[in-house]
Every structure is written in structure tokens, then in C-alpha cells.
């Protein structure tokens, strides 16, 4: 009896991706692979700029907020 067997009461089943190779592993081709990797660390620079450009407006646009309801004190 193996523990599993002990545990849930049937014997436990292999995935069919054990036995056979997948659809993806047969199709898979280095060469592209990396020339894709290779795009996409180019187009990585421009998603940081882009990132870079939403969150210095979210932080302009907060401290508006702030400043417009802050009444100015003088000490």
C-alpha cells in the first residue's frame, strides 16, 4: 500500500504530461526564443519610461489635491 493510497483511497493518477511530450516542448524553437527575449528587453526601457511618467503624474496630481484642501499657516 503506498501512502497515498493509505490517505485518499485510490491509487494516484499520472498526468498525461509525464508520459508524452507536450504540444508546447515538440514546437519549441531556440532561435526565436531568444530573438523574442531579445525584443523584449528593448521594449522593456520604454515600459519603465512609460511607468516612470504614470507615477510622476499620479504624485503631481496627489499633492494638488493635498495643497488645495491645506490651509496655508504662517507661524
Known sequence: ETPY??????DAMIPM???ETSQRC??????QNAQEIAVNLDLIDE???EAQIHEEAC???AS???NTRVRPRSF
Open 59 to 61: 504624485k503631481l496630481q
Open 47 to 49: 515600459l519603465r519610461e
Open 17 to 19: 504530461e509525464v508520459r
Open 64 to 66: 494638488r489635491r493635498y
Open 5 to 10: 493510497r493509505l490517505t485518499c483511497g485510490a
Open 26 to 31: 515538440l514546437t519549441f524553437d531556440s532561435e
